[in-house]
């Protein structure tokens, strides 16, 4: 189990807006609360490996932690190819190379941005699609969009739920093209009781610190296409397939030995990792239940969820204040909710401005509402509690939070 401090926060008299950080009291956290603490695994197992790293002064280039690593992921996910690479969008990125794809790739607006920068440097048009109503690429917007320029659509798992896996699948066969996941969110998370990692043509896993599952910087290529893993380990190479024999153009996307390890050590510790998650998680289920304005997002027990994220949707009208407010109230706290993915894809610069006028309800309304909360293995349960009572108190003193806003 991760270690956790501590818990420090001051549990102040919550009576009225006077006792609120953002009008002058002191905050509950001194230091910030963020909404993704990096799970720390066993340091003398880390160590350990160290210390056999630097008998072997092997650091890079393929080496005996990152092939170990390789062969448990696949393991665990159940897939037969794992490619490790320097983080994910590099991994996307050699996907894309050594897929040839393209033209126009289709994504969703409402996911993290680096899909479209690296879709734009690579000379590709991002086209953003909406979402459902699960958060994720809607495939009939999808289908919409999709023209003979279309080259590859790349769905996101977003908040660790598989998206429309069938859906998107049945369009992308029968327009003949492949079908790419983002599945940063979604490490250990189950289709059909398959874990996620075998489904499309690739899925890319981001290992950032961040994530449920990490090596501080890193990405995880899966595929079931063998001939493509084999190009990829090409590509995040410059394309060396001997000492002085190069096969293809490739960049440097290659994980380390260091960060192979940190990645082995936390795998040992994810179950433990994940199972404090979900106790995170329900704690706030628990803890937030019966608010009006405000609900959390539950995923159903079948997938498997890592419960890494703590997603909660703000109606401002309902619960009497908006998203932003709220944000910036326990943000004051020292508890740094964060909006996502404001402002959206479609309305980022510089995408923004190959889209002029492009709508998408949808994915505005999400990006007007939700907001993450402190979360994870590695978050403490007596602060989740304490952050749980705040919540409670702002939403049942809206009206006058809302006046005292107005009044300073
Ligand atoms: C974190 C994240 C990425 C980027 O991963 P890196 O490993 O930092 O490149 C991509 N997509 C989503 C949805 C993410 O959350």
């Not at 969703?108 to 699960?134: K, M, N, Q, W």
């Not at 994915?363 to 749980?388: F, H, K, Q």
Request: some cysteine; glycine content about 8%; overall charge negative.
């Amino acid at each position: 189990m991760p270690d956790s401090p501590a818990p420090s926060f001051h549990r102040k008299p919550l009576t009225g807006p006077e006792d609120l950080a953002l009008f002058g009291a002191p905050p509950v956290f001194d230091t910030p609360r963020h909404v993704n603490r990096p799970a720390a695994p066993d340091r003398a197992a880390f160590d350990a490996m160290m210390d056999a790293v630097w008998e072997r002064r092997w650091f890079t280039n393929d080496g005996p932690l990152v092939q170990e690593l390789e062969r448990r992921l696949s393991a665990f996910l159940d897939v037969p190819h794992c490619v490790l690479t320097s983080n994910a969008t590099a991994g996307l990125d050699l996907v894309m190379q050594c897929l040839g794809i393209r033209g126009e790739v289709l994504l969703p607006s409402y996911t993290f941005i680096s899909t479209a920068h690296l879709l734009a440097l690579r000379g590709l048009t991002p086209v953003f699609c909406e979402v459902g109503t699960d958060m994720a690429l809607d495939p009939a917007d999808a289908a919409a969009r999709l023209t003979e320029r279309t080259g590859a659509v790349v769905a996101t798992h977003v908040w660790g739920s598989p998206c429309d896996i069938d859906g998107l699948g049945a369009l992308c066969d029968a327009a003949g093209i492949p079908l790419l996941f983002d599945a940063a969110h979604a490490f250990g998370a189950r289709h059909r009781g398959h874990p996620l990692g075998r489904f499309g043509r690739a899925e890319v896993f981001s290992l950032h610190a961040t994530k449920a599952f990490h090596t501080c910087e890193g990405g995880l290529i899966t595929t079931c296409d063998a001939a493509l893993a084999d190009q990829l380990r090409l590509a995040r190479n410059f394309g060396f397939s001997g000492s002085d024999r190069v096969d293809c153009t490739g960049v440097n996307a290659k994980m380390s030995e260091l960060h192979a390890a940190m990645g082995l050590a936390n795998l040992d510790a994810f179950p433990a990792t994940r199972a404090a998650a979900r106790a995170v998680h329900a704690a706030y289920r628990d803890g937030l239940a019966g608010l009006t304005g405000l609900r959390l997002k539950c995923p159903p027990a079948a997938e498997d969820n890592n419960h890494h994220y703590v997603v909660a949707e703000v109606d401002a009208r309902a619960f009497g204040l908006t998203r932003d407010r709220l944000v910036e109230l326990l943000t004051a706290e020292g508890i740094w909710a964060r909006r996502y993915f404001f402002p959206g894809g479609h309305r980022s610069p510089p995408h923004a401005a190959a889209n002029p006028g492009l709508s998408l309800p949808r994915t505005e309304a999400l990006c007007d509402r939700v907001m993450l909360l402190p979360g994870g293995g590695a978050a403490d349960l007596a602060e989740v509690a304490e952050i749980c009572r705040m919540i409670r108190f702002v939403a049942g003193s809206a009206a006058a939070i809302h006046n005292a806003c107005k009044a300073g």
